[in-house]
């Protein structure tokens, strides 16, 4: 069991965060820098109209693993920092810290690992087969939150005697199930060709914690205006008087069978306990995803596809919702108010506090309920020139995300002398702020890329793939 049970929630998500900040594989929706070499087979990921010249053959522990973070401002260490949310953390008592954030901060990290994977050429028709398991989540963290932990911290004075925050909405999403695909690409002739791709999903979880608003008012007498409140004991709150209130207004929903909520004597969530042996589906589902690609001219390409066209159905089994107490918080010393119950809420000074939340299930509210997968529309075109060994590429994406939506331009400059051969570099400026590159490489086998060229953990996207593939047939003339 874990004594913090919103540390246990954010900690897969801060898993993922990891992985992609020491850049261990690819992103798990695709890898944009692939989309124009014709040789790589991981751009089916992007457009299943785009078939590989050679079929392939992936195999567990050799295949594609990898994972993806990117951000609005913040940079691979901060999201992990605030995922672990840890009650001694400090990261938001920097200045440069809170210096790099907006109004909404936001941040989207997947991670994903193909345990099989198949394509092969017949006739004009390339079949594709895949089982993968994928995992995406993202947080939603207003700036207002670190203004308040800073208060709370003594970073700077504060005036207790009128003090209020209106910390805003924050939102913790956390998404894994399995993939079983099947695709379908018909090279019609020299300029046209039409994919599919149809998926059957597995759930093996999911969790979205949303708080919608928080409101803290104080009105105390006697209070140090630098107060710690982290080292402050339940005493030195007992010293002042005056008012104070706590008001969250917070709704947890999870579906993750062989998961439970373990609550107080006053009720609220104070563990949660996980075992293997009770772990199952928790719910299942279908997705599709859809490519064209056409050769307007002999040296122009023009293709368009939307992917993840689906959704997981979850299991009224599996569910259970919570809610944040809908009794305010409050203290007042002319009545002798819960003193402990304000100083624990005030003294834990984390980005998801339970004591603030005081969650409360609701077994009334179970209920099946259904997630739509993060979609990605995209738009490519492409100029050959050289014998179509040379290229130039510019390819627009946009990620319909539950916590961020993501527009991306990639331009890219390729180069394709053979199937066993494939170079690309791209620029893609929109998401990182113009500060990255990427760069990827066929040879043989072996395939090397990323779309944000890692730069260290302060960089705001990081991703990159490796894949070692087994060739399988060839291209068929047409």
Request: aromatic share 8%; hydrophobic share 40%.
């Amino acid at each position: 069991m874990m004594r913090n049970p919103l540390n246990a929630l954010s900690r897969g998500l801060a898993a993922v965060a990891a992985l992609a900040a020491v850049a261990l594989g690819g992103n798990a929706q695709s890898l944009r820098t692939t989309y124009f070499m014709d040789g790589v087979q991981y751009r089916l990921q992007l457009n299943p109209a785009l078939a590989p010249t050679r079929g392939f053959v992936h195999l567990p522990a050799i295949s594609n693993t990898g994972a993806s973070l990117r951000s609005n401002s913040l940079n691979v260490d901060d999201v992990i920092d605030i995922m672990e949310n840890k009650e001694d953390a400090d990261y938001y008592v920097s200045d440069k810290f809170m210096n790099r954030l907006d109004a909404d901060n936001r941040a989207l990290a997947n991670a994903n690992a193909d345990v099989l994977a198949a394509g092969w050429w017949q006739g004009r028709n390339f079949w594709s087969f895949n089982v993968g398991v994928k995992v995406d989540g993202g947080i939603l963290v207003p700036r207002e939150l670190f203004s308040f932990m800073r208060d709370m911290k003594g970073v700077q004075p504060v005036d207790y005697t009128h003090y209020s925050r209106n910390i805003g909405k924050e939102e913790l999403n956390l998404n894994a199930y399995a993939e079983i695909g099947l695709g379908f690409t018909r090279q019609f002739n020299e300029r046209l060709s039409a994919g599919v791709r149809v998926k059957g999903l597995v759930g093996i979880g999911n969790i979205n914690l949303k708080v919608n608003s928080t409101t803290v008012n104080l009105a105390l007498d006697g209070m140090n205006p630098t107060l710690d409140w982290s080292q402050a004991t339940v005493e030195d709150f007992r010293d002042v008087s005056g008012t104070a209130s706590i008001d969250v207004d917070a709704e947890m929903q999870s579906s993750f069978e062989g998961m439970k909520f373990l609550t107080n004597s006053d009720g609220y969530i104070n563990d949660v306990e996980m075992k293997a042996r009770d772990m199952s589906p928790s719910g299942f589902g279908a997705a599709i995803d859809l490519g064209v690609a056409y050769r307007v001219a002999d040296a122009v390409t023009l293709s368009a596809a939307i992917n993840d066209l689906g959704f997981i159905k979850w299991s009224e089994g599996s569910t259970q919702v919570a809610r944040a107490n809908t009794e305010v918080l409050s203290y007042d010393s002319s009545q002798g108010g819960d003193a402990e119950a304000m100083y624990r809420a005030m003294s834990k000074i984390e980005a998801l506090n339970p004591d603030m939340m005081r969650l409360t299930l609701d077994d009334a509210a179970r209920k099946s309920r259904r997630t739509s997968l993060a979609s990605t529309l995209v738009l490519g075109a492409d100029y050959a020139f050289a014998g179509d060994k040379l290229s130039v590429g510019a390819l627009f994406t946009n990620h319909f995300a539950r916590i961020r939506n993501e527009a991306e331009v990639t331009l890219s400059f390729n180069y394709r002398p053979s199937s066993l051969v494939n170079l690309s570099a791209s620029y893609s400026p929109i998401i990182s702020g113009g500060q990255s590159v990427g760069v990827a490489l066929k040879l043989g086998p072996i395939f090397i890329g990323t779309d944000y060229l890692y730069m260290g953990k302060k960089g705001k996207c990081s991703n990159a793939l490796v894949g070692i593939s087994i060739p399988l047939g060839e291209k068929p003339e047409i």
